[in-house]
Nanobody
Framework: QVQLVESGGGLEQTGGSLRLSCAGS????????VGWFRQTPGKQRELVSS????????SYADSVKGRITISRVNTKDTVYLQINSLKSEDTAVYHC?????????????????WGAGTQVTVSS
């Protein structure tokens, strides 16, 4: 099993930046692709970005392209999500998820391991 712990959320103003971290432990974290999802009350959890096991392939939702960067440092067993130019619609609980494999995974059902999430709140 892989255990995931998110951190870095908080309250930030519109236009600001946050860097979220997803720390993995347990199995060899570098064997896993990772996705960042976000969820607001009453809505489905949506994929924001994903990265393959070695960090050479990434993908982004259209709604965040140009403002968000996903990266990973496998020697630290950590995946990061840098969010710039924060908007009110970025307010959500952000979860990271992991799935073992060489490619990218773009749906919730493909991920077996999830973190508890970190709250991001953007105020105007």
């Amino acid at each position: 099993q892989v255990q995931l712990v998110e951190s870095g959320g908080g309250l930030e103003q519109t236009g600001g930046s946050l860097r979220l971290s997803c720390a993995g432990s347990g199995r060899t974290f570098s064997d896993y692709a990772v996705g960042w999802f976000r969820q607001t009350p009453g809505k489905q959890r949506e994929l924001v970005s994903s990265i393959n096991w070695i960090g050479t392939i990434t993908s982004y939702a259209d709604s965040v392209k140009g403002r968000i960067t996903i990266s990973r440092v496998n020697t630290k067993d950590t995946v990061y999500l840098q969010i710039n130019s924060l908007k009110s619609e970025d307010t959500a609980v952000y979860h990271c998820a992991a799935e073992r494999g060489a490619g990218l995974f773009d749906s919730r059902g493909e991920y077996d391991y999830w973190g508890a999430g970190t709250q991001v709140t953007v105020s105007s």
